[in-house]
Every structure is written in C-alpha cells, then in structure tokens.
C-alpha cells in the first residue's frame, strides 16, 4: 500500500489534500538533499533556504528534523515494497503461463524477494542507507523508540517473506523450519553482504560481483533446496527481467493524490 500522509484533525477535506501536497514537496526536497550530500546535508534551515520558506513554515508541518527522516524512511520503505510486489506479480504471471511447478514457484518468490532489494540498494544507496541509518548504532540493543521504528518499516516484509518461505516448507522446497527465523536470517544477511562489500572492495578484495545472491542460494540449500533448482532459477528471474525496477521513490512524492 502506498503510504499516504493524511492528517487527522478537525480540517475540511480541501485543507487536509493541501497539507498533503505541501508534505509530498517537502519530503521532495528533503530526499534530494540527503541523497546528493548524506543527512549532514539535510537541515531544516537547507530545506527551508531551497524551497524559499522560513524554517517556521516547514515545521508547521514537520515538529524536528527526526520526524521528517522518519517520514522520508516511511516512504522508502513503501516503494521497495512496491517493487518487491512488482517482482513477485512477474513470478505469478510467469508460473501459470510457463506451467511451472508451485514448489519452483514458491522459491522463486524467495529468491526474487532477496534480489530486488539488492538491485534497490546497488541503483539507490544512499535511499537504502536513509532506511537502515538506525542499525548503525553502536548499541547492543536499539533503544525501544528506535526498535520500534525499524520494525515499522520492515515488519510487514518481514511477515510476507516468512510467509513464502511457509509456502515452500509446506510444498516441500525447503526441509521443517522457523519460517520467522529463516526470514530475520535472510534479512540479516543482505544487510550485511551489502554493507561488508563496501569494505572489501576498499581493501582489494575482488569478490563475486554476485556474492548477495550467492547468500541467499547458500541460504537456501542449507534449509533443504535443491541447488540445482535454485541455480536454474535464478538464471530466469535474472534474465527475464523480473528484477526490473520501474519505480522511484519520488514518484509517491510527485503526486499528492496517488493513493495506490
């Protein structure tokens, strides 16, 4: 679903898609801001300075600059759902056109849930690193207000990624398992593929181009999969473009009335 910025209040429907236009613009600028210079370039006087606001204006809608990255985040969230969404219709359509077997289907559905947020985070790293800027800290357990946060974005993707790999347990395509635990697994090691690579490739290290996707596959085996489906697999959703991305973030911050 698409998220919308509706206000709640005692405001006529006419003051309410307003406000909503004025927070899609500034969520706009917002985005550019911290895209093209990280969050240090995201202040609230920068943001006011390029819209020709006073800072007064932006914080009749926005109380802090937390709360604006927070809505930022809730937004990029919702297009990597998207997208997510966008490959697992092409896995459907797919499957019942080419006859495919469901337990095939079923992890191709994983495997494609896995890529595209790969392919998110290789075309837009800097919206990924808005995202996932709270598991940076150094702390041992995120403070409840920040938990709760990361888990509001990622909850829900969590829950349908646990699902498929349900799905594929009870086909057969993967052994018995903790469908939760699998997913938070897979999470975790795309979060950290993606981010170790940044290091290594600093330190001379010349790893598969391709090491994400070899995770997930590794992943997968171990949990049962046979490898040679899962190879074969990937080479179609690859190749077929069901990976492809059509979507941008601030396409939901250039119309106020798209509503998914």
Known sequence: MVYIFEQIGEHSAVVNLNRSRKMREILNIALTLACDGGLDNLTLHRLANRMDHSVAAV?????????LIS????????????????????????????????????????????????????????????????LSTPDHILPERDAAHVFEMVGSSLDDLAA???????????????????????WAGLQGTI????????GGWTPDPNLTRQMVITSLIGWGADPQVLNKLTDTIV?????????????LLSNADNRG
């Open 239 to 251: 190749n077929a473009g069901f990976l492809t991305i059509n979507r941008k973030t601030k396409d």
């Open 71 to 134: 809505e930022l985040q809730r937004v990029i969230a919702t297009n990597i759902a998207l997208i997510t969404s966008d490959a697992q219709n092409r896995i459907d359509a797919w499957s019942v056109r080419d006859h495919i077997a469901p337990s095939d289907a079923a992890l191709a559905k994983i495997l494609a849930a896995a890529f595209v947020y790969d392919e998110f985070a290789r075309a837009t790293p800097n919206e990924l690193g808005l995202v996932t800027r709270n």
């Open 195 to 202: 981010n170790v690579l940044k290091v290594v490739l600093r």
């Open 164 to 186: 498929l790999i349900s799905a594929a347990e009870q086909l057969g395509a993967l052994s018995p398992g903790t469908p939760r635990d699998r997913a938070i697994m897979i």
């Open 59 to 67: 914080y009749r809608y926005f109380p802090s600059r937390e709360a």
